[in-house]
């Protein structure tokens, strides 16, 4: 990673309150639609990969221009709908997790440069607090507690 602070510009939070709005009307738009799996479903579920796209894509087709091959138990409407949702959802989805992991990327940076300015304050205060600044001590002990499995060395007995 580059060094250097790279989360500089302030979010204004009208960008913040927007995005949430924004964000809610799509899951209400979707609501109707969206399925919610446990943690379980999501590892036994079969899965779709690009090499399954096409097979399923083809089995839809000729679902559809060979009927007396669907099996009575299997609905051809059905798959219709499912491929349809699936090609409908995959590019927004894509997206989505695009910008998930943009904003994840964003978040960890700004938490990641304020912990590291926030320790060079911590420094700073500690020096200050050991050469007897004024103020520094109140400041220093508040915010030692983040640290509180190291003990203060004690200066050994000289004879």
């Given at each position: 990673m580059p060094s250097g602070n790279l989360n500089v510009l302030p979010i204004p939070d009208?960008?913040?309150?927007?995005?949430?709005?924004?964000?809610?009307?799509?899951?209400?738009?979707?609501?109707?639609?969206?399925?919610?799996?446990?943690?379980e479903e999501r590892k036994t579920i079969a899965k779709v990969s690009?090499?399954?796209?096409?097979?399923?894509?083809?089995?839809?087709?000729?679902?559809?221009?060979?009927?007396?091959?669907?099996p009575a138990f299997m609905s051809a409407a059905d798959l219709a709908t499912d491929?349809?949702?699936?090609?409908?959802l995959n590019p927004v989805?894509?997206?989505?997790?695009?910008?998930a992991d943009q904003v994840s990327d964003t978040a960890m940076v700004a938490g990641s440069e304020a912990y590291i300015a926030s320790l060079m304050y911590y420094?700073?205060?500690?020096?200050?607090?050991?050469?007897?600044?004024?103020?520094?001590?109140?400041?220093?002990?508040?915010l030692s507690k983040r640290f509180p499995g190291r003990p203060k060395k004690e200066k050994p007995l000289t004879a």
């Open positions: 009208e960008v913040i309150t927007n995005v949430n709005n924004l964000l809610q009307q799509i899951e209400a738009a979707l609501q109707p639609y969206i399925v919610t799996l446990t943690d690009d090499k399954t796209v096409a097979f399923v894509t083809k089995v839809n087709d000729y679902s559809t221009t060979n009927p007396q091959f669907v491929v349809e949702n699936y090609q409908k989805l894509r997206m989505v997790q695009q910008l420094g700073s205060v500690k020096s200050a607090d050991k050469n007897k600044v004024a103020d520094a001590r109140a400041i220093y002990e508040d």
